[in-house]
C-alpha cells in the first residue's frame, strides 16, 4: 500500500513538475510577445514596420509580433498603411485610444505631437511598452509634465527613445571600447552629422513641418539631437553648451529654423570640450556621421561612410589601428552574415529587440531619462541660437 500511495505521489509531483516547467517554457516563448499599435503611418513609420516584421530573421528568441492598429491624421494614408503592411485594423486616433489589445505602442507622428501621443498612451489601460522617436517632446512645460506623469505612473511602463544609431554595431564597439580606458580620460570631441537633401527646394517643399524652430524643428532636432545622445552616451548626460550659432538663409525657411547649426560643448565632469554640427545643407556629404574623441593616452574615430569598422590610436604604439566590425550583435545571427556591413536598418532591428526585452547587456539602450537630457540641450540650444541671429544682423 505504501508503494502505491508513493508510486502515485511521485506521479503527481513529476506532472506537477512537467507543468511548472511548461508554464515556464510558455512564459519565456511568450515574453516578447507584442501586439503593437502605431501612430504615425509615414516614411519612419514604413521603416519601423519594415524591421519590426524582420526580427524574426535575425533572433531565435524573439517571439510573435501581431501588429493591431494604426491611426494617423490622414485617413487615405492610414488605411492604405494598414493594408499595405498587414495591421488588423486602421482607425481615428480616439477609437486607437480605446483599443483593448494593444500594448506597445510607437509614436511615429510629427514632432510637435510627440507629447500629446505619449501621454494618451499612457492613458491605454493595456500599454507596456512605448516606443518614442525622437524629440521626446517640443517645450520646456512638456519636459516638465513628462517627468511628473512617468513618476506618478501606477504601473510600469517601458519606454525607449528612437536614438537608433546608438546600436550601429561599430559605434556599439566603439562605445565598449571606450568605456575599457584604454585611451584614458577625454580632452577634446567633435562629432558631425550632415545632409545636404535640403539644398534642393522641391524637398524643402515636400517637409515643410521639419522647417519649425527648435526645440520642435530644425537640423539640430532633428539630426543634431543623435549627435547628443551619442556624445551623452560617452560622456554622461550633464553636457553643458558654452556656444551656439546657424547658418543658412532661404527665402522659403523661416529665419529661426537652423539649417545647419553648431554648438560648443563641456563635458563638466572630465573638463573635455568639443563641437557638435548638424547640416541639412552640406552639399556632397550624404548620410555622415563623423565621430572623433581625443584622449589623454589615444584617440577613436568612426565614419558612417565605412560603417564596418572603427579606428584607434594608442599613443604608446604610435599608430592608428583599424578595428573590423561587421554585424557584431549579441545575440550573434547567422542571416546573413556576422561579416557583413550592418546599415542603418539594422541598428533599428537591434533597437527593437532591445525594446521588446532582448538581453545585450553591452548595449547603452536610450530610456526616457535620456530622451529628456538630449531634449535639454536642443532646448537650450534654441536659446544660443536665438542670441545668435541677434548678433549677427
Known amino acids: 500500500m505504501s508503494d502505491q500511495v508513493n508510486n502515485r505521489r511521485r506521479q503527481t509531483f513529476e506532472k506537477t513538475g512537467l507543468l511548472l516547467i511548461f508554464s515556464i517554457i510558455i512564459a519565456a516563448k511568450t515574453f516578447y510577445m507584442a501586439k503593437i499599435g502605431f501612430i504615425g503611418a509615414g516614411g519612419i513609420a514604413r521603416a519601423h514596420a519594415f524591421s519590426l516584421n524582420s526580427l524574426k530573421y535575425y533572433y531565435e528568441d524573439i517571439s510573435e509580433i501581431t501588429f493591431e492598429s494604426v491611426t494617423s491624421y490622414r485617413e487615405v494614408s492610414r488605411k ?16 486607437f485610444a480605446r483599443h483593448q489589445e494593444v500594448d506597445t505602442v510607437f509614436i511615429l507622428g510629427p514632432n510637435k ?18 516606443y518614442l522617436e525622437k524629440p521626446v517632446c517640443s517645450s520646456r512645460e512638456e519636459e516638465e509634465r ?5 513618476q506618478t505612473l ?4 517601458t519606454v525607449q527613445v528612437g536614438f537608433q544609431f546608438l546600436q550601429t554595431s561599430a559605434l556599439r564597439e566603439a562605445f565598449n571600447f571606450w568605456r575599457s580606458g584604454i585611451i584614458g580620460a577625454p580632452v577634446h570631441f567633435d562629432l558631425k552629422y550632415y545632409h545636404g537633401d ?10 515643410q513641418t521639419r522647417l519649425t524652430p527648435a526645440p520642435d524643428g530644425g537640423a539640430m532636432a532633428d539630426l543634431g539631437s543623435h549627435g547628443i545622445s551619442l556624445l551623452m552616451a560617452f560622456f554622461g548626460e550633464e553636457l553643458q553648451i558654452l556656444n551656439g550659432m546657424q547658418a543658412g538663409d532661404f527665402n522659403d525657411v523661416p529665419n529661426d529654423s537652423d539649417l545647419f547649426s553648431a554648438l560648443s560643448l563641456m563635458d563638466p565632469s572630465s573638463k573635455a570640450v568639443g563641437n557638435l554640427s548638424a547640416s541639412r545643407i552640406s552639399s556632397g556629404t550624404g548620410d555622415l556621421v563623423h565621430f572623433e574623441v581625443f584622449a589623454e593616452r589615444g584617440a577613436l574615430r568612426f ?13 604608446a604604439e604610435g599608430t592608428w589601428v583599424k578595428q573590423p566590425v561587421g ?42 531619462r535620456h530622451g529628456l537630457s538630449v531634449q535639454r540641450i536642443v532646448r537650450e540650444a534654441a536659446i544660443h541660437f536665438g542670441k545668435f541671429r541677434e548678433m549677427s544682423n
Not at 513628462?146 to 512617468?150: A, F, L, P, R
Not at 532591428?349 to 525594446?355: C, G, I, P, V
Open 80 to 95: 492604405g498603411f494598414a493594408k499595405k503592411y498587414g495591421f488588423s485594423v486602421s482607425q481615428e486616433l480616439t477609437e
Open 113 to 130: 505631437v510627440h507629447f500629446d501621443h505619449f501621454e494618451l498612451a499612457l492613458q491605454m489601460p493595456n500599454v507596456r511598452r512605448i
Open 146 to 150: 513628462m517627468k511628473s506623469i512617468v
Open 154 to 157: 501606477d504601473r510600469d511602463v
Open 198 to 207: 535640403y539644398l534642393q527646394k522641391s524637398y524643402r517643399d515636400k517637409r
Open 303 to 315: 565614419n558612417s561612410h565605412v560603417p564596418d569598422y572603427f579606428e584607434y590610436y594608442l599613443e
Open 327 to 368: 554585424s557584431h550583435y549579441k545575440p550573434l545571427s547567422s542571416f546573413p552574415s556576422g561579416h557583413v556591413p550592418p546599415g542603418w536598418l539594422r541598428s533599428m532591428m537591434h533597437a527593437h529587440y532591445l525594446f521588446l526585452g532582448g538581453k545585450d547587456e553591452k548595449a547603452f539602450v536610450p530610456d526616457l
